[in-house]
């Protein structure tokens, strides 16, 4: 190891919204050459000063070859990635000799919701996707608890926060005043550049604090009564604007459990985030203890939430057919 920072960082899903915004930040701190492997004959837009390699995900050798040379790799994939290809990833990442691997597990600690029955399949998976990269023979595992992204969750529907921007509906759960630890795309981005820019060892803070640990860090701690007041400062709207409605978080995890079963996807977004504003889960409201030692600043929830209402606006659609 060397008491220099990284230099040389490979991202997966670069052209994403998560993925971007990591290697946005990464270019920007001018100290990283930042590697996208992109599918070949892909069309997506990367960020400026990002280099693309084009790769086949299905050929490990080819995998393989991309990743030699790279010190960290960061893993972003979409919901309709195929099951086994993390550990496919992983293994080439390991096979490379790639140090540092940041697998594709963002959102809460996973003690958060390890302990609720109707969240074991996903907590499993996530833990799998750590061991991934702990048990390729040469990688060490830098994990982000960042909590939801908020931009994501509020622009994306009703089974996400609850909010319908553009018809301007939200279903509260229980009192809509359960409070829990979210993150800005953009806080995530700076979190990570700052975490590379640190030396790899030495003295602390170092990368090396961070081998095989989870990073915890936040943009706001809110509640969505918090969010509701938060979309009427930037749309000029009221209460007596919107159509509110309650359910129970209990009623509402057994209900996306079931729609899940029955086939639709959007059934998960809602058990899990059900899962998240239960009030016996404690670990959903953290406070990022890694804010201050990453130099991450304090944002402003209204700048968020308008990036959030310009996304519906413009026509948001994170699962294109």
């Not at 000063?49 to 050929?59: E, I, K, L």
């Not at 959102?107 to 919701?113: E, V």
């Not at 409070?179 to 590379?196: F, H, K, M, N, Y």
């Not at 129970?248 to 029955?262: I, L, S």
């Amino acid at each position: 190891m060397s008491t220099k920072p990284l230099t040389r960082v490979a991202i997966i899903g670069a052209s994403g919204r998560i993925g971007g915004a990591f290697a946005k930040a990464l270019v920007e701190t001018g100290q990283h050459t930042v590697t996208a492997l992109t599918r070949v004959g892909s069309n997506s837009k990367l960020p400026d000063g990002v280099q693309a390699v084009a790769v086949d995900y299905n050929d490990g050798a080819a995998l393989e070859a991309a990743l030699q040379g790279q010190q960290f790799l960061v893993i972003t994939l979409g919901v309709q990635a195929a099951d086994d290809l993390h550990k496919r990833i992983a293994a080439a990442a390991g096979k490379a000799g790639v140090p540092w691997v940041m697998p594709n597990v963002y959102g809460y600690p996973l003690a958060a919701t390890s302990d609720l029955p109707n969240n074991g399949p996903q907590t499993r998976g996530w833990e799998e996707r750590v061991t991934d990269v702990t048990g390729n023979g040469a990688s060490a595992a830098v994990t982000l608890a960042c909590g939801f992204w908020y931009e994501w969750s509020l622009a994306t529907g009703e089974q996400w926060f609850g909010f319908r921007i553009l018809e301007r509906t939200v279903t509260l759960f229980d009192e809509g005043t359960r409070v829990i630890t979210v993150s800005t795309w953009e806080q995530c981005g700076r979190a990570l550049a700052a975490l590379l820019s640190l030396p790899e060892t030495g003295t602390s803070p170092s990368l090396a604090d961070f081998k095989n640990r989870t990073m915890h860090i936040h943009s706001f701690r809110v509640s969505q009564r918090d969010m509701l007041d938060s979309l009427h400062r930037v749309l000029g709207t009221t209460d007596a604007d919107w159509a509110i409605s309650r359910e129970g978080t209990t009623k509402r995890v057994a209900d996306g459990t079931a729609e899940m079963r029955a086939g639709d996807v959007r059934g998960f977004a809602k058990m899990l985030y059900g899962t998240v504003f239960d009030p016996a889960n404690q670990l959903s409201d953290f406070v990022g203890a890694d804010n201050e030692v990453l130099g991450l600043p304090q944002e402003d929830l209204d700048e968020a939430t308008r990036r959030a209402v310009e996304m519906v606006e413009a026509g948001w659609n994170p699962f294109p057919q």
